[in-house]
């Protein structure tokens, strides 16, 4: 088992309504970022950042505005119209955004309501994907 840090979350947990159009939704999205689900049993979750799991009988949803990285606007684009494919709703579409110089974002609601983003943030050099920890 490995773990991947370095960043500022360590991971971001989601209370859906229906995880089966839940799954699919995010299967297409990530899918297109690139990023893959990593397990699926009565929860889902993909690396050690994003946990979806059903709501519980009285648990309210999660409503959340979430934001992957993205790689070029060509990947924004393709989240945008794999999410859209998905059942997802438009609340954005691919463009460039005031928020700063080479910020380049689209913007979908999952099936739940919640605000999901791809973006990229203009061209740049990382010293690291993360940081991976392997515990002993």
């Known amino acids: 088992m490995q773990f991947h840090r370095g960043r500022l979350v360590d991971h971001v947990h989601i209370v859906v309504a229906d995880m ?5 939704f995010y299967k297409a999205v990530l899918a ?3 990023i893959a689900i990593e397990r699926e ?6 690396t050690d950042e994003l946990f979806v799991s059903p ?3 009285g648990q309210a949803k999660s409503h959340i505005h979430l934001a992957f990285q993205a790689d070029g606007p060509e990947q924004v684009a393709a989240f945008h119209a794999a999410g859209l494919a998905a ?4 609340n954005g579409g ?7 110089p080479g ?8 099936p739940d309501g919640n605000n999901i983003e791809a973006v ?4 740049a050099e990382r010293s690291a994907a993360s940081v991976v920890i392997t515990p002993k």
């Open 20 to 24: 089966s159009v839940s799954l699919a």
């Open 32 to 34: 297109a970022l690139g």
């Open 41 to 46: 049993t009565e929860h889902f979750f993909t």
């Open 55 to 57: 709501a519980r009988p």
């Open 87 to 90: 059942g997802g709703r438009d």
């Open 94 to 100: 691919p463009g460039e955004r005031s928020y700063h």
């Open 103 to 110: 910020y380049y974002a689209a913007f979908l609601l999952d």
């Open 120 to 123: 990229f943030h203009g061209r």
